[in-house]
């Protein structure tokens, strides 16, 4: 493996997944030729699933020409787990008018090292406490009930059993998502009739 903290190691296509805390850096050598850094700008603006007003932005530096971006170990420390979308933009200099040309996505994942840090999946987490919900069902359960004007539903039975077949097949999907990622088969059968 190469050192990753050398600039010329640098892998040459964005991260899809990110361990928050960690040194991040990759560069865009197919910039350049249209987009020299002398003349332009790049700067990746990213922003978390769900929206919020924290946005990320990483701009480029030339690198013998081409575009260089990196992230300090301090300043990922500082991204919530999740999924991000981002936009590459570029701006032209002399004008500061900007386009996009490209959009992606990465998911920054909990560091270990963190205390109370927990690296399920959303969907693995929800499994776990819907199948807790089903096992204290039994002993109390009251569909709906009122308390000083306030009044509470429960999810039925049917209701909590869906849910966590859903997030089951979430769960599957990321782990055949795992194994593609690392050449490993999947475990999945296609059947072809001729």
Known sequence: MANLFDASNAPTTEPEKIVVGDFIQWKRTDLSTDYPPASYTATYVARITGGGSNEIQITGT???????????????????????????????????????VDRGYFEAIVDLDVNNSDPRSHAAIMVAKIESLLSGKADSDVANYSIAGRSLTKLTFKELIDARDYYKQEVRLEEINQRINKGQATGSTIQVRF
């Open 62 to 100: 030339n690198s013998n020409g081409n575009y260089l971006f990196t992230v300090t170990s301090t300043t990922s420390a500082g991204f919530s787990a999740g999924l991000y979308h981002w936009q590459l933009e570029i701006v032209q200099n002399s004008s500061s008018n900007r386009i996009v």
